[in-house]
């Protein structure tokens, strides 16, 4: 199994551009979620998904869309790129939600987004 | 108050030596936690969860949690320099619509000296 991977690893925007940061997993999950990481923070949860067709807000989701609509891929897109969002993105998976039970998240390796 | 706080560190420790991460966390945090290790330009990998009051061991790793203080720690024996990095404490967020995903601490940059 290839577990969560992401694409691209690096990107460079303009302000105003826009992008799709694309994560899949092969792990049958149905949960899968966004993060970004700014320079010595943890990490901020943008978008969740509880499974395909179906998504919510998490802390931080302004300026960005998702969609689900496979189990396998969980797309996050920014519309217009702006300075703010130069990050470290994150996208993760597990098998069950909070609550549910013994809940490990596995995590992507990354796409790392300098907005300029 | 922030959901989950961590005192960031460095926290410098000899080979060999109990290094101890702590982390407090606020009533929004639900009762489910997780110690991440993240090495630097890498993504989280996670060492420990724990759920129930208590400890929970896996090798040299320990996992504290006591809900009436709210506070979570992990505990790593005879500590090796490969265990140099950030350590992120996490702890489930709930939203009015259900179970969201993970608030995390800033983490605590350990240094483990040879």
Redesign the interface.
């Given at each position: 199994n290839a577990g969560v991977t992401q694409t691209p690893k690096f990107r460079i925007l303009k302000i105003g551009q826009s992008m799709t940061l694309q994560c899949a997993q092969d792990m049958n999950h149905n949960y899968m979620y966004w993060y970004r990481q700014d320079p010595g923070m943890g990490l901020k949860l943008i978008y969740y998904s509880v499974g395909a067709g179906i998504t919510d807000k998490g802390e931080v989701p302004n300026g960005y869309n998702v969609s689900r609509s496979t189990t396998e891929d969980f797309p996050l897109r920014l519309e217009l790129a702006a300075p703010s969002q130069t990050s470290v993105y994150f996208c993760a998976s597990s098998y069950l939600g909070l609550g549910e039970g013994t809940n490990e998240q596995f995590f992507g390796p990354g796409t790392r987004l300098t907005v300029l | 108050q922030k959901e989950?706080e961590q005192n960031?560190g460095p926290l410098s420790v000899p080979e060999g030596a109990i290094a101890s991460l702590n982390c407090t966390y606020s009533d929004r945090v639900?009762q489910?936690f997780?110690w991440y290790r993240q090495y630097s330009g890498?993504?989280?990998?996670?060492i420990m969860?724990i759920?129930s009051n208590g400890d929970k061991e896996d090798g040299r790793f320990t996992a504290q949690l006591n809900k009436a203080s709210q506070y979570v720690s992990l505990l790593i024996r005879d500590s090796q320099p490969s265990d140099s990095a950030t350590y992120?404490c996490?702890g489930?967020?709930?939203?009015g619509?259900?179970?969201?995903?993970?608030?995390?601490?800033?983490?605590t940059h350990l240094i483990i000296q040879p």
């Open positions: - | 989950v960031s639900s489910s997780f890498k993504s989280p990998e996670l969860s759920y992120l996490a489930g967020i709930y939203s619509g259900g179970a969201d995903g993970l608030t995390f601490g800033k983490g």
